[in-house]
């Protein structure tokens, strides 16, 4: 089984999307958003908090288990071409087991 690790840098609606369109594959076993482990550095009192300049799209992570690597290919196909069409970035990061 192989487990792929998805970071979306988008909006929220992209990433439902994502997780919408992942859902309904054939063969997808299990779809997860983990929470992001990175503390976020902005400190409320330093002078460039809430400036247009740091603030961004967030960042999620999402665990899919897919049966076999031909199912982990076809994800990734049809992750890369929505994220194009949701105007989203996704990296990917695939472990075999």
């Known amino acids: 089984m192989a487990l792929l690790r998805i970071r979306i840098t988008g909006d929220d609606d992209a990433v439902r999307g994502v997780m919408n369109l992942l859902q309904s594959l054939d063969g997808i076993e299990h779809v997860e958003e983990v929470d992001d482990l990175m503390p976020h550095l902005d400190d409320d ?3 460039s908090a809430g400036l247009s300049d740091t603030s961004g799209p967030d960042s999620h992570e ?3 288990d897919a049966p076999n690597p031909s199912t982990a290919r076809k994800v990734r ?3 890369e071409a929505l994220a194009f069409d949701l105007d989203a970035m996704v990296e990917f ?3 075999e087991s």
Do not use: G, Y
């Open 93 to 95: 990061e695939e472990d």
């Open 77 to 79: 196909e049809a992750v």
């Open 62 to 64: 999402i665990e899919i």
């Open 45 to 47: 009192d330093s002078s």
